[in-house]
T-cell receptor
Framework: DAGITQSPRHKVTETGTPVTLRCHQT?????MYWYRQDPGHGLRLIHY???????DKGEVSDGYSVSRSKTEDFLLTLESATSSQTSVYFC???????????FGPGTRLLVL | GESVGLHLPTLSVQEGDNSIINCAYS??????FIWYKQESGKGPQFIID?????DKRQGQRVTVLLNKTVKHLSLQIAATQPGDSAVYFC????????????FGAGTRLFVKA
């Protein structure tokens, strides 16, 4: 987890409220990713970024938006949280798009 | 092996024995493979990787074998220790219809002392 932090680490929220998760890196890597991890599924990509202000959707992007205003920070926003978004969210970084991804410690989100 | 069910496959080994964890990957065009270890409550941790032009790569106490003919990847852990208890999953990098990384669901390794 060195060089990658996520905040908050745990959050409980109510359905319909907005939630923003933050990923911060000190590695100066170009690529950043947001994944969710649920029982019975591998990590599933939500959104990723290939540079400042450059982002693209992953396979489960509905209900999520992202922003990257500087290299070190990648924000994931749930505009109106739903119970189906209860999950563990991981941020990852990589130097290049085809390079190894390194993961943060995760954020456990519970939507009631 | 990998599973898409609700319960991860589990491998239980005695401390000091060797462990072999298997992964069947999905895309014959994948050219880069990674093994991750995930301990409870933590993020996935990189263990070892291998490119498709190789069939074996060794690290410290770990070896990854790649069989492209049957799209199979394995992770061997020598002299398994209690600290090796975790979920292990493979990932494949593919560039078909756009570059992406596909992660397997994982295998839980339990080491008995």
């Amino acid at each position: 987890d060195a060089g990658i932090t996520q905040s908050p680490r745990h959050k409980v929220t109510e359905t319909g409220t907005p939630v923003t998760l933050r990923c911060h890196q000190t590695e100066n890597h170009r690529y950043m990713y947001w994944y969710r991890q649920d029982p019975g599924h591998g990590l599933r990509l939500i959104h990723y970024s290939y540079g400042v202000k450059d982002t693209d959707k992953g396979e489960v992007s509905d209900g999520y938006s992202v922003s990257r205003s500087k290299t070190e920070d990648f924000l994931l926003t749930l505009e109106s949280a739903t119970s189906s978004q209860t999950s563990v969210y991981f941020c990852a970084i990589s130097a290049g798009g085809e390079e190894t991804q390194y993961f943060g410690p995760g954020t456990r989100l519970l939507v009631l | 092996g990998e599973s898409v069910g609700l319960h991860l496959p589990t491998l239980s080994v005695q401390e000091g024995d060797n462990s072999i964890i298997n992964c069947a990957y999905s895309n014959s065009a994948s050219d880069y493979f990674i093994w991750y270890k995930q301990e409870s409550g933590k993020g996935p941790q990189f263990i070892i990787d291998i490119r498709s032009n190789m069939d074996k790569r060794q690290g410290q106490r770990v070896t990854v074998l790649l069989n492209k003919t049957v799209k199979h990847l394995s992770l061997q852990i020598a002299a398994t220790q209690p600290g090796d208890s975790a979920v292990y999953f493979c990932a494949e990098n593919t560039n078909t219809g756009g570059f992406k990384t596909i992660f397997g669901a994982g295998t839980r390794l339990f080491v008995k002392a």
